[in-house]
């Protein structure tokens, strides 16, 4: 593969996904990354603790500045805006929202963006026709939503005739370290109305006000504990749709943690929906200083997408895709996908010409690479609905294309609790990694409680510790089922 050398100017290089977005390139050695912002002192002390066979460099660069006079001083061959809040382009000192990316298309320089803001993602396809006559790419919103969940939904809708509901969550570790523009954004679109689709048409919804609880838990591996998600406005909504014709729904959704700040916020989201607040943007400093101090629990993040559809026999049909990210290589992945779009135009494979969302850009296989470096785990979920699941039989499950099956357990009436992988264990094992695989051990104790009303208090303390003894059993059997077959 040829390499081709390739200037990049990161606009908020120093800054919480700037900074990620270049250790990951900091390998590349046919890279030259600028890392600007408008501190020159924080740009030169960023690139000092900067390790790898890139080159690096220091630059003042302000957006609310002339834009085109430091795209010209710079001269790079591709121009990322990693600064933000997307949301407040244009709106929180009356500029034009899209300063920089008019300013790289009159210099000819490439442009792409962490833009999470669904407006602004929606309206880059206006400058389609003048990005294809210059001959460059302008590409927005290339991080997780919507790139890595466009992708899982072409996976996952494979072999479906008809896609009805999609649904999507981010649940990020409480140690993953947020930024002030992130805070912002969401700050600014809590309770306001965000546009999604509902009933196969557009409808309204408001930011962080609608809640849903899912359980992120890969087949055969200790979940997640079930998390509450909220409404956040995020591209996919707008841009997801056209891609699936005849989509009934949409739903995409944050889980933070800890909980109880989680539910401070929708408290006050609901505020702002019903006017007793006309925004919760002059309490960014505060929710900056919780997140960021007010912390706990364990250091795991995730991802879910869920779809829903119709095969060609008109069988209904429920897959899910889960991911789990330990330890600090979660708040890596929103900056995986411009890395690989970035090492692809270094290796000659530049996106092409012209002005859209980064929606199709990328495939699951252009994040394996990504993946394989860290400590992720990625499984594929296909299943039944309740309604023609069998008590008995066995139902065959793909794995990363390995064909396994599993023992049916009894149906749960509520989608949101995923069934586990069989291995070797009692049924007293089975039944409590099912209701772990829910995600609350307090699911766990009501549930011996619920069978041990007329027990004494001596026999009920031994159930539920013979419960939490099936845990342990399952965590062995995980682990030596893993060792055998890979996950």
Not at 133 to 161: D, H, K, M, Q
Not at 226 to 251: H, M, Y
Not at 385 to 399: D, F, I, N, Q
Not at 466 to 486: K, T
Request: proline letters at 7%; a positive charge; hydrophobic letters at 45%.
């Amino acid at each position: 593969m040829t390499v081709t050398p390739v200037r990049v100017l990161i606009v908020g290089g120093y800054g919480v996904f700037g900074g990620r977005l270049a250790r990951l390139l900091a390998d590349l050695q046919s890279l030259t990354l600028v890392i600007a912002g408008r501190s020159q002192s924080k740009a030169l002390a960023f690139v000092d603790e900067l390790n790898g066979a890139a080159t690096f460099e220091a630059a003042r660069f302000d957006r609310d500045g002339d834009a085109a006079a430091g795209i010209a001083q710079l001269r790079p061959d591709i121009i990322i805006d990693a600064s933000g809040p997307f949301q407040d382009y244009g709106h929180d000192r009356g500029r034009d929202p899209y300063v920089i990316v008019k300013a790289a298309l009159d210099a000819g320089v490439n442009y792409l963006d962490f833009a999470d803001g669904s407006a602004f993602v929606d309206g880059i396809a206006q400058f389609d026709s003048a990005a294809k006559a210059a001959g460059i790419f302008i590409v927005s919103g290339v991080s997780s939503f919507p790139v890595l969940t466009a992708a899982v939904v072409r996976e996952l809708a494979n072999g479906l005739e008809h896609v009805d509901h999609i649904t999507g969550g981010i649940a990020p570790s409480p140690y993953a370290g947020v930024g002030e523009n992130v805070i912002r954004a969401v700050a600014g679109y809590a309770g306001k109305p965000v546009a999604l689709m509902r009933s196969g048409a557009p409808a309204t919804g408001y930011g962080l006000t609608e809640t849903r609880r899912l359980t992120i838990a890969p087949p055969g591996l200790l979940p997640l504990k079930s998390k509450l998600f909220s409404l956040v406005d995020v591209p996919d909504l707008r841009v997801l749709p056209p891609l699936w014709p005849g989509l009934s729904s949409i739903w995409m959704g944050a889980g933070p943690v800890p909980e109880i700040l989680h539910r401070g916020l929708i408290v006050l989201a609901t505020a702002v929906r019903f006017k007793l607040l006309p925004s919760l943007s002059r309490f960014s400093p505060l929710f900056l200083w919780a997140t960021n101090t007010l912390r706990w629990g364990e250091h795991r993040g995730g991802m879910i997408v869920r779809v829903e559809g119709r095969k060609p026999g008109g069988q209904h049909t429920v897959r899910t895709w889960h991911l789990i990210a330990e330890g600090d290589d979660g708040p890596l992945i929103p900056a995986m996908a411009l890395e690989a779009v970035v090492r692809k135009s270094a290796g000659g494979m530049p996106p092409a010409p012209g002005a859209r969302s980064a929606a199709k850009e990328l495939t699951l296989a252009d994040y394996a690479p990504a993946f394989a470096g860290g400590k992720f785990t990625r499984v594929f979920v296909k299943r039944m609905p309740p309604a023609v699941r069998s008590h008995s039989t066995k139902e065959s499950l793909g794995v990363h294309g390995v064909a396994c099956h599993r023992k049916s357990v009894r149906c749960m009436t509520s989608p949101r609790k995923e069934r586990l992988r069989a291995v070797p264990m009692s049924n007293a094992a089975r039944r409590c990694c099912r209701a772990f695989s829910a995600g609350s051990l307090d699911f766990l104790r009501r549930r011996v409680m619920f069978r041990s009303k007329s027990a004494s208090p001596l026999r009920m303390a031994w159930r539920l510790g013979g419960a939490h003894l099936a845990l342990d059993r399952f965590q062995v059997c995980n682990r030596r089922a893993r060792a055998a077959q890979p996950i």
